[in-house]
């Protein structure tokens, strides 16, 4: 196991009836926040009206910027960072799910610094210019992408039809508060979605060619088997409180740095392939997700890593066999028929997508050299991959 230093400065309000705390979570680190919010949703069930009256309970001053997309737009940063500075405002609150987050974690970013963090930051990766932010909170009403709980957010600049994340750790939320009866109202799709993103965080990391992990792989098992368990609940009956909270959870643990710490290598191919195709044509990213995972898993599969398939599927879907091949290759199946269980689409054409990007999409996918761990994928294995996907 490798050396690693773990801190996960978040303090998290978990469970029913946390929403009165956000003033006085607030307080402890500001008194004049900006409050980033979505469309409508958190003001049809209530949220939106029950976080103001606990911010004004504590004389906290609150400026306001709503409408972010769920593909989070770098206009919206640039427009959220010019209200930080023209008010003096100390802290972004989030609520919402992880577009809201990884948006107000841009803001706050932006807010400090004083050049371009979507060139410098986004697409130069040049970190170590990054050296303070505005504090970030959150109340999250999506289980999904781990926003909550850690340093990275994804942008989107459709002018340049790209999407791209970064990650730093003073970018981690303050606080968040994680209720899961705000999830009640999440239709079927978006909870099918937030459980195949969660399901691909812990692929991300689970699936590598090296032996060793022991531990790290049985937790990510424990979070596989948790969330295949309680979705289709969640998917069917989606007021059920221990299956939202399981799921809620999960997702938190799924990408707060706890499953990969101490792993020899993680892969995140199928983020980098997905990321080109909600930049090119703006889908649902759990749903694109949902499509390419059991593909680049045939794709990647061989003799070096058949073993972390083989665990995968003795540990997580009960599936044995003396054929380490045959097994690996049941397990990928079952994973495409627990998809589709959530009425997620099989292809890109269901999504109405063609192959005329494909080229595009893989130069972009590989433009800083090869992706993935499990098999080192170059633009041609990406564009075959895509390929599949028709």
């Known amino acids: 196991m490798k050396n690693f230093i773990y801190d996960i400065p978040t303090r998290v309000l978990f469970g029913n009836n946390q929403i009165p705390n ?56 640039r427009a959220g960072a010019d209200l930080c500075r023209k008010h003096n405002l ?9 577009s809201t987050i990884d948006c107000a974690k841009a803001i706050a970013a932006q807010a400090k610094y004083h050049g371009d963090i979507w060139k410098d930051i ?14 970030v909170a959150s109340i999250l009403t999506l289980a999904a992408t781990g926003s909550e709980m850690n340093g ?12 791209l994340g970064m990650g730093h750790y003073i970018l981690r939320p303050v606080f968040s508060i994680l209720d899961p009866t705000y999830t009640f109202s999440v239709n079927k799709y978006q909870t099918a979605a937030g459980v195949v993103d969660i399901m691909s965080h812990i692929f991300e ?58 792993k020899e290598s993680t892969d995140w191919a199928t983020h980098q392939m997905e990321h080109e195709l909600s930049a090119k044509y703006d889908i649902t990213h759990g749903i694109g997700l ?41 397990a990928i199946l079952k994973t495409r028929e627990f998809f589709n269980s959530l009425e997620v689409p099989s292809t890109l054409v269901e999504v109405g997508i063609d192959s005329s990007k494909f080229e595009e999409m893989a130069l972009g996918a590989v433009k800083n050299g090869p ?11 990406v564009l075959e991959i895509y390929t599949m996907a028709l």
């Open 152 to 163: 990275n957010s994804v942008i989107s600049n459709m002018n340049e039809n790209l999407k």
């Open 90 to 98: 100390e802290l972004v609150l989030a609520v919402g799910g992880g």
């Open 205 to 262: 990391q689970y699936f590598s060619p090296d032996k060793k992990g022991f531990l790290q792989s049985r937790i990510m098992e424990g979070l596989l088997k948790t969330v295949i368990h309680y979705g289709p609940i969640a998917f069917e009956n989606p007021t059920d409180y221990e299956a939202r909270a399981n799921i809620m959870w999960a997702s938190s643990l799924a990408l707060n740095g706890l499953t990969s710490l101490g």
């Open 371 to 381: 992706i993935g761990c499990m098999k080192k994928l170059e633009y041609r294995d």
């Open 122 to 135: 986004y697409v130069e990766k040049k970190y170590t210019n990054l050296k303070e932010a505005l504090p």
């Open 290 to 330: 949902g499509i390419l995972t059991p593909y680049w898993m045939e794709y990647v599969l061989d003799k070096e890593n058949v073993h972390r398939f083989v665990n995968y599927a003795n540990n997580v879907w009960g599936i044995f066999g003396d054929d380490d091949f045959k097994v690996a290759q049941k």
């Open 22 to 77: 956000v003033g006085l979570e607030v307080k402890k680190h500001a008194a004049k926040i900006l409050l980033l919010y979505g469309k409508n949703s958190i003001k049809k069930n209530g949220l939106y009206d029950e976080v103001i009256k606990y911010l004004n309970q504590e004389n906290i001053e609150i400026i306001e910027l709503s409408g972010v997309d769920p593909n989070p737009r770098i206009e919206t940063v």
